[in-house]
Structure formats: C-alpha cells, structure tokens
C-alpha cells in the first residue's frame, strides 16, 4: 500500500500517467486503482491468472515478451488478454535469448509483434541488463541503451521504456543499466527524429 501510494502522489505531482510491474494476481485490483497502464514482467509473460487479473481492472497492459518465447507466441497472451476484455495491450522487446552473460536482441520482433495488431515498446534499459554482471547482482551497461534504442526506432517500435534516475550509481536497483535523468531529454529527442525518419 506504500508503494502505491507513492505512485499516487507521483502522478499527483507530476499529472503524468504512470505504470508498474505488478508480480502476483491480488496485485492488479490495487494497482489498477491508481496505474494508468499495468506491466507484466518478461519471465511471467505466460501466466494465465496474472494476465487475467490485468485484464480484469480494465487498465491499459504491457505485457514484455518472456526471452524464452518466440515473437509470434505472444498471440497467445494477446487472446488471453482479449478473452479476459482489455483491448489495449501493449507488447513489450526487453531480449531475444541470453548470451554469455548479457541479453541479446533481435530486432526482427519488433514487427513480428506489430503483425499480431499491438503496438510495441522496446525495453531499452532491461535489455543491456548483465545477468550477474556484479558477481551477486545484475550488472548492465548504459552506454549500449542508445544504439539499441536507436535499432528499436529504425525498426518502427510504436514506444520506448527506459528507466531514469538523477544519480543510477545511487539507485536501489538496475543503477548500472538506468540512464542519467539530465540526459533523458536529449536521448528521446534524437529517437524521435530517427523514428519520424523510419515512418517517412
């Protein structure tokens, strides 16, 4: 509940939408309340009850394809959430497979999602993850989130994830793979032209 309230004054705040993760079916409701759009992460992408639940607080979701499944296997969790009345899914590129201590992306996902009639976000963050890059915890690397960010717009991705902070070395979690927040503006502005270019 003090999660939740803090996503609540955030969006109090800011007046911005606002999402998250959320991990266990009793979690929708709640978060329902108070997200605009509900995320579920990559490794719980093929769990019936939890995507049901999303889909039950008639909130937008995000559903961020599991490495293990292929692009076009996430037509299923696009009927799961249509039987279970959200219309409006979101589907998410966070990494292809795992290579040798990192993710790796292939872009081809990105309109092999789009073809099943959802738009696609690229996952820019999670995807330079280094699982177990720190020896008892996920590394990442920041530097590579603007190539791939930039593959992801080429491609056509309908949206973009990142994780910010003001200080990521001093963040609680995934500081290694977070971009700067006085770096965000400058990133998305050259994402966007390389976009507009993609769609011209």
């Not at 579920?40 to 093929?46: D, E, I, K």
């Not at 969790?77 to 990192?102: A, M, N, Q, S």
């Not at 996902?109 to 690229?122: E, R």
């Amino acid at each position: 509940q003090a999660g939740l309230q803090m996503l609540a004054d955030v969006k109090a705040a800011t007046g911005l939408p606002i999402t998250t993760d959320i991990h266990e079916s009793n979690q929708a409701a709640p978060a329902g309340e108070v997200c605009d759009l509900l995320q579920v992460p990559a490794f719980l992408a093929r769990q019936t009850d939890l995507l049901l639940a999303a889909a039950a607080t008639g909130r937008a979701v995000h559903v961020k394809k599991g490495q293990f499944m292929a692009p076009g296997d996430m037509r299923h969790v696009v009927k799961k959430l249509d039987e279970g009345g959200c219309r409006d899914v979101l589907l998410g590129e966070r990494g292809t497979f795992f290579g040798y201590g990192r993710l790796v992306n292939d872009m081809r996902s990105i309109p092999q999602m789009q073809a099943l009639g959802c738009p696609v976000a690229f996952d820019a963050t999670h995807s330079v993850q280094e699982p177990g890059g720190l020896g008892d915890a996920t590394g990442g690397n920041r530097a590579m989130v603007e190539p791939l960010a930039r593959a992801a717009m080429a491609v056509g991705a309908d949206a973009l994830f990142t994780e910010t902070h003001p200080e990521p070395d001093k963040s609680p979690s995934d500081g290694p793979n977070m971009i700067p927040l006085d770096a965000l503006e400058g990133l998305m502005s050259r994402l966007v032209r390389i976009r507009a270019a993609a769609q011209a």
